[in-house]
């Protein structure tokens, strides 16, 4: 056999990149199919899994012995298999699950915008744009499975940063908070569970908020302090508020379509307000960051991008906003805390 490259050599690097996308797949496959949840209750064979899940017997072991390789699940002798502590993260409704993450970032939806790259790298525009002559949106609202496996995705985004969020920013001090485009409406809960003096609206589409009330993350204690207000933030943002809340919401668009959201945020907030924008932080050059692996990902996707910033100040700023200040969640979020001028 030729001699093994070591693991910290040039070639390694990029032959360790290029194996990312094999174990994300079979990551995105395990998920779709349960197998973490099939396994909870212990050991069982490749056979017994395959049968129950109606796949290729051989095809579900081969999968399975590479992912036990990596410590997500463990193998015994007899091609039988267990849950590691790692594999409990993709089982479903369990503390910090991530199985809807992968569902997403596996669906022909978001990978298959990135099988696009190059056509995007050769014309700027996003794979949706490319290959249906929309964005990525539109395609959801035409796509109802899709829709539920973003909307599921995203509520676990929100649970994972959430209380992280919550406990960084003094949010009481604004008496009022509107979460614009807050989906399901579970980082606003955390925010006012966090600032019991905190009143709360959730604004997004109707479709949306119609989700929302299903998942009831505003309701029970919460209910008093919350109301929905319809929001389509590229039309007009609702009054009634101090501080205005956007998470992930300016990264999707690119900076024409970015301004004229914060635009309409403008118009809404008060003089003596705040726009508070939750997105990632980037670094500086030549260091490794979440934003800018995520950065491609929105090129491809949406067509937004991930800002320095510098680059959100100017933004800002170009739409009557002073970056007043940045305030760090973690190692991977911040909050621009915006005022009016």
């Known amino acids: 056999m030729p001699q093994q490259v070591a693991s910290t050599a040039p070639p390694a690097i990029l032959l360790s990149a290029r194996n990312g996308l094999v174990l994300h797949q079979t990551l995105y496959a395990v998920a779709r199919l349960g197998v973490a949840d099939h396994l909870n209750s212990g050991w069982r064979s ?20 590479l992912l036990a390789s990596q410590g997500i699940f463990e193998e015994n002798g007899d091609r039988s298999f267990r849950n590691t502590d790692v594999s409990q993260f993709l089982r479903s409704n369990v503390p910090g699950s991530l199985r809807a993450l992968f569902v997403f970032w596996g669906s022909d939806y978001s990978y298959g915008s990135l099988s696009q790259l190059i056509r995007t790298l050769e014309t700027g525009k996003s794979a949706p744009e490319l290959l249906f002559g929309n964005d990525s949106f539109e395609q959801l609202r035409r796509d109802p499975e899709q829709a539920r496996i973003f909307d599921d995705a995203m509520t676990t985004m929100s649970q994972l940063t959430a209380p992280a969020i919550a406990a960084a920013y003094d949010f009481s001090a604004w008496q009022s908070l509107m979460d614009i485009g807050g989906g399901s409406g579970i980082l606003l809960s955390h925010i006012l569970r966090a600032h019991p003096q905190l009143r709360g609206v959730l604004a997004d589409q109707q479709h949306v908020l119609d989700r929302a009330r299903e998942r009831q993350f505003l309701g029970g204690d919460l209910a008093d302090r919350t109301s929905m207000e319809p929001c389509n933030f590229f039309e007009h943002v609702p009054t009634g508020c101090r501080a205005y809340l956007m998470k992930n919401i300016i990264h999707d668009w690119d900076d024409e379509q970015s301004r004229a959201i914060l635009s309409n945020c403008r118009k809404a907030v008060p ?3 705040a726009l508070l924008l939750v997105e990632l932080a980037l670094g500086a050059a030549n260091t490794p960051a979440f934003g800018k692996f995520l950065d491609i990902a929105m090129l491809s996707l949406t067509g937004g991008r991930e800002r320095t910033e510098a680059e959100y100040a100017d933004l800002l700023a170009s739409t009557g906003f002073r970056l007043n200040r940045v305030v760090p969640v973690d190692a991977q979020f911040c909050i621009f805390e915006a005022l009016p001028v």
């Open 271 to 273: 003089s003596n307000g």
């Open 46 to 65: 490749a056979s017994d899994l395959a049968r129950q899940l109606n796949v290729n017997e051989d095809a579900l072991y081969r999968i399975l012995r």
